[in-house]
């Protein structure tokens, strides 16, 4: 599959491996927050063209802040954490009480101040659904390669808290393919 990669979709991939290894990530996979990041990175693709175009270059680091936010929830979704709460479950209190005894971050799976793991860094079942989901939508829209536009409407079509950050931006499936496809369905340029 990654022979049909075009060369900005590989850069994204590579960035996510980047957030993994380097201290911006922490864990041992790519998971799909890694693929957001490393696409708001990025500049000059057809999906940091459809970002700037639906306003999020300016409120990048809201969504990055928002995607911190998630991790410290364990990467539970605002939807995870209201059903919860309708549990009588609150998910802040327990964050709280955790990071009290362990440290700020401790339910976000960082490993700083520990030994480094020294295994190869793999994709997450995350990250492989929203690759898998990038083909399905090149496919469907008639494409030859897999771009980083692809990489960003999978993420907004596989159910996670990348997903509900974007649409918490206002970038969704919809407004993606309005901005990428038009309404004719023809590429625009970007």
Do not use: N
Not at 127 to 141: G, H, N, T, Y
Not at 167 to 182: F, I, K, N, P
């Amino acid at each position: 599959m990654f022979e049909r990669f075009t060369q900005d979709a590989r850069d994204a991939v590579k960035g996510a491996y980047a957030y993994v290894e380097g201290s911006g990530g922490g864990g041992q996979c790519v998971e799909p927050e890694h693929l957001l990041l490393a696409l708001l990175d990025r500049e000059g693709g057809r999906g940091s063209f459809a970002l700037v175009a639906l306003g999020l270059d300016e409120r990048r680091e809201s969504v990055r802040e928002a995607l911190r936010e998630a991790r410290r929830r364990a990467g539970l979704t605002q939807a995870d954490t209201a059903a919860l709460a309708g549990l009588g479950i609150d998910v802040g209190e327990i964050v709280a009480r955790v990071e009290e005894a362990h440290g700020v971050g401790a339910l976000a799976g960082d490993r700083k101040g520990k030994a480094r793991w020294s295994g190869r860094v793999s994709f997450g079942g995350g990250a492989k659904e929203v690759l898998e989901r990038s083909l399905r939508v090149a496919l469907a829209q008639r494409d030859r390669h897999i771009g980083d536009e692809h990489l960003l409407l999978a993420l907004t079509l596989c159910p996670g808290v990348p997903a509900e950050v974007l649409a918490d931006h206002g970038v969704t499936y919809e407004s993606l393919v309005r901005v990428l496809y038009g309404s004719d369905g023809e590429a625009k340029a970007g």
